[in-house]
């Protein structure tokens, strides 16, 4: 499973249904400048889509986009906190951490907690396998400056499951 951390941009409130099916029943909605998870390995060709996102009762659940409008897609990638920040000589987009956020190894072991107003870098919207609410970063904003996170890559708790608007979401761009 390919899990991205998406921004409904679309301008309007997207409807999430229990299948692909337009007549099965609605489990929630993701609205204007929400933040959800987006299964790129489920199809859908744009007409169905399956995303995991925060419903109105506090519970993280999949459920499916039946052809959503335009602007239903767009990638965390396209609204950082900053553009073009220069670490070890490479670019990359900033998100901006709102609360204490729990960091964690690839293998989804606790790694440390990064503090409420640090930043983190990362070129990819991708989320975790089996623990979809983490998002991948490669860098985080230490005492000292950037610092590499535990290896190659590591994750960081996204606040998704308990605020996916964009303000509440404790991982936040500019959208």
């Known amino acids: 499973m390919a899990n991205r951390l998406f921004i409904n941009k679309?301008?309007?409130?997207?409807t999430v249904r229990t299948t692909t099916s337009d007549t099965s029943a609605i489990v929630g909605y993701i609205y204007d400048r929400e933040a959800y998870?987006?299964?790129s390995d489920a199809g859908g060709d744009g007409a169905f889509n399956h995303v995991k996102f925060?419903?109105?009762?506090?519970?993280?659940?999949?459920?499916?986009?039946n052809f959503p409008p335009d602007g239903w897609s767009t990638s965390c990638i396209?609204?950082?906190y900053k553009y073009n920040v220069l670490i070890s000589g490479t670019k990359y987009s900033t998100y901006l951490l709102r609360k204490d956020c729990k960091a964690y190894y690839p293998s989804g072991k606790y790694w440390k907690?990064?503090?409420?107003?640090?930043q983190v870098a990362t070129n990819n919207d991708t989320m975790g396998e089996n623990y979809p609410y983490l998002k991948s970063i490669d860098y985080y904003q230490g005492d000292s400056g950037?610092?590499?996170v535990c290896g190659n890559y590591g994750f960081v708790d996204t606040g998704i499951r308990s605020g996916s608007r964009y303000n509440k979401i404790a991982f936040y761009g500019g959208w």
């Open 10 to 14: 679309s301008g309007q409130t997207l």
């Open 37 to 39: 998870v987006y299964d």
């Open 54 to 65: 925060l419903d109105a009762s506090g519970n993280f659940k999949w459920g499916y986009l």
């Open 78 to 80: 396209s609204w950082p």
């Open 113 to 118: 907690t990064i503090p409420a107003g640090r």
């Open 146 to 148: 950037w610092e590499r």
